[in-house]
């Protein structure tokens, strides 16, 4: 839910689910969008004389849980379906949120004397007990109880999708589904203080009741690793990492949970090895860097090179690295690639991160300085402690929600890639030829030679997963053109560009990289319709990875453009990383 944003009421979420996605289309290409944004504007508001209603229940609430009104804890009444409770928390987070859920549920449990196992369930995401049947009347009781102390929601599910909207518990209704339900979601929601960050039961604890049957105890739905176990089922403790890929195994200890062998043990599956992060970035307003890059001429051979836009600073990296924390703790290290740069936001002391100027990664001083990304991007294996497996993020790419190593790696080490169905030009190179298109076009030459094939498709702009040492072999491989485009101070049409295209179709060549898939958007702040579709984003957040570009900007719509996105990005991405320094230290 987002305060303030059109996209985001109840009242337009109906419409998006009663009408036909292809009559909404129709319907778009003849409303003007100026039209459009005023009828959902006018929605949103004709939703808000709910108020009242919402008052009310936030007294209830005062009512029922008095101590969650104290300083240390706060309760928002929330719109949207079900109107839901939540806690207010400031680094709320799904990671949090599902640690929180899993400790409720095994504390009721374990203080009503009620035996159970986690199971490595389909989800990552949330997390899996198993109790036996013949004690859901004591579970039962016991995660009532929770509700006199918490707001706790309760739904039924089928598989793995839950049934119509979640309930309180200790409700009639929530009594009920306690009582019949064959698994039990079981969840608290927690919204950040400006209520554009609402999580819910997506992240809770799912509780299954598992039936006995011949001396053995039989699982109401599948999971990843047994229908049955025996009754007498040894128990062991586990860490929580040990059952979810979700959560942060290289960086910081989770919690132990009872669970039993089968479920304890590494599956083939498991991305077991560490994964970092390497980001580049540029301040362009940085006057010691525009002196810098005027020393050496007008920047480039082709227009698009020495645009103004591809080297404005949004603060997207801010908000890249919250999306980072937010959406993919079990990242292990964050390496930013700057010349000479950082922002004044920056804590770089953080253990987790380090900067790296490009003079240590660059063998050779002439080269420098860079102002060529092609250039700065094929020496980014040499980064000292860099892991074998990482992903390389531009400042614009952004994680829209939770994600596992297994999005972007297979636990043999193979990479991920996700091609485009944008296309490499198939006209021979020319002078005019766009960065991109030229850099394309001679990696088609390169492969084409050695593997016979002539490459089409260009990649998404999502976060590439990498392998350093196939960057190196790429580096030996192709060494004169390597050598070339790292010496190149501006971009140039003898470029190749090698995470963002070389290295995926040369590393699917020598059997270390697989075609895949990822739900992703791409979003152009030049386009009229930009507004509109960041709204929509904000209002889904369904996609796990998307980028806003600028690559044409006049200048002209700069601040508006700025002022625009910042909004969106602060209420997509509230709640600060540890990247950051706090606020009074930046002051």
């Not at 944003?5 to 979420?13: F, H, L, Y």
């Not at 899996?128 to 929770?146: F, G, H, I």
């Amino acid at each position: 839910m987002s305060i303030g944003n059109p996209e985001a009421s109840a009242a337009v979420g109906a419409y998006r689910t009663l009408v036909p996605a292809g009559l909404r289309r129709r319907t778009a290409r003849r409303v003007p969008p100026r039209l459009r944004q005023l009828l959902k504007r006018l929605l949103r508001r004709l939703h808000s004389l709910t108020f009242g209603a919402r008052l009310l229940r936030s007294m209830l609430a005062r009512r029922r849980w008095p101590h969650l009104f104290g300083p240390g804890e706060r309760l928002a009444a929330l719109a949207g379906p079900g109107q839901r409770i939540a806690l207010v928390r400031p680094t709320v987070s799904p990671l949090g949120l599902r640690e929180a859920n899993l400790e409720l549920v095994v504390t009721a449990l374990e203080e009503a004397g009620v035996d159970y196992f986690a199971v490595r369930g389909a989800s990552d995401f949330r997390s899996c007990l198993a109790v036996a049947a013949t004690d859901r009347d004591r579970a039962r009781q016991a995660l009532e109880r929770c509700a006199g102390h918490s707001p706790v929601y309760l739904a039924a599910c089928r598989g793995e999708s839950a049934q119509g909207r979640p309930v309180m518990a200790g409700s009639a209704r929530g009594r009920r589904l306690a009582r019949e339900a064959a698994v039990l979601r079981v969840g608290m929601v927690w919204s950040d203080p400006a209520g554009t960050l609402v999580l819910g039961l997506e992240h809770g604890c799912d509780v299954e009741f598992w039936q006995p049957s011949e001396g053995r105890l039989v699982a109401p739905r599948p999971n990843r690793v047994t229908q049955d176990v025996a009754l007498d089922e040894p128990r062991v403790l586990a860490p929580v990492s040990r059952l979810t890929g979700f959560a942060a195994l290289h960086t910081r200890r989770t919690r132990t949970v009872r669970t039993i062998r089968p479920c304890a043990e590494p599956l083939p599956e498991d991305v077991r090895f560490p994964i970092d992060v390497v980001y580049t970035w540029v301040d362009g307003s940085d006057p010691a860097w525009q002196w810098r890059r005027s020393a050496y001429g007008d920047g480039g051979y082709h227009t698009e090179s020495a645009n103004a836009a591809r080297y404005i600073s949004r603060d997207e990296l801010r908000y890249s690295l919250r999306a980072l924390e937010q959406n993919a703790p079990w990242v292990r290290h964050v390496h930013l690639v700057t010349d000479r740069q950082r922002p004044a936001w920056l804590n770089d002391a953080h253990p987790r991160l380090t900067v790296v100027d490009h003079s240590e990664i660059f063998d050779d001083p002439q080269a420098l300085p860079t102002f060529n990304s092609h250039a700065i991007e094929s020496r980014l294996h040499h980064i000292k402690g860099l892991a074998e497996h990482f992903l390389y993020f531009n400042d614009d790419m952004f994680l829209g929600c939770p994600v596992t190593p297994q999005d972007f790696f297979l636990s043999n080490g193979m990479t991920r890639t996700f091609f485009s169905p944008s296309q490499v030009p198939r006209s021979d190179l020319t002078p005019v030829d766009r960065p991109v298109d030229a850099a394309g076009k001679n990696n088609r030459r390169l492969l084409l030679e050695q593997f016979g094939s002539a490459i089409v498709q260009k990649l998404r702009h999502a976060p590439y997963a990498l392998r350093r040492s196939v960057l190196h072999e790429i580096e030996r491989e192709y060494a004169e053109a390597h050598r070339q485009t790292s010496s190149s101070r501006f971009r140039s049409a003898t470029d190749i560009s090698i995470p963002s295209s070389l290295y995926h179709y040369y590393a699917y060549f020598t059997g270390r990289a697989v075609p895949s898939t990822i739900s992703f958007a791409y979003l152009d702040l030049a386009r009229p319709e930009i507004q509109r579709r960041l709204g929509i984003l904000l209002a889904r957040r369904d996609r796990q990875a998307f980028c806003i570009n600028d690559t044409l900007s006049d200048g002209r719509d700069v601040e508006r453009q700025t002022a625009m996105l910042r909004a969106f990005l602060q209420s997509y991405y509230p709640v600060p990383s540890p990247f950051e320094r706090k606020e009074r230290e930046v002051r």
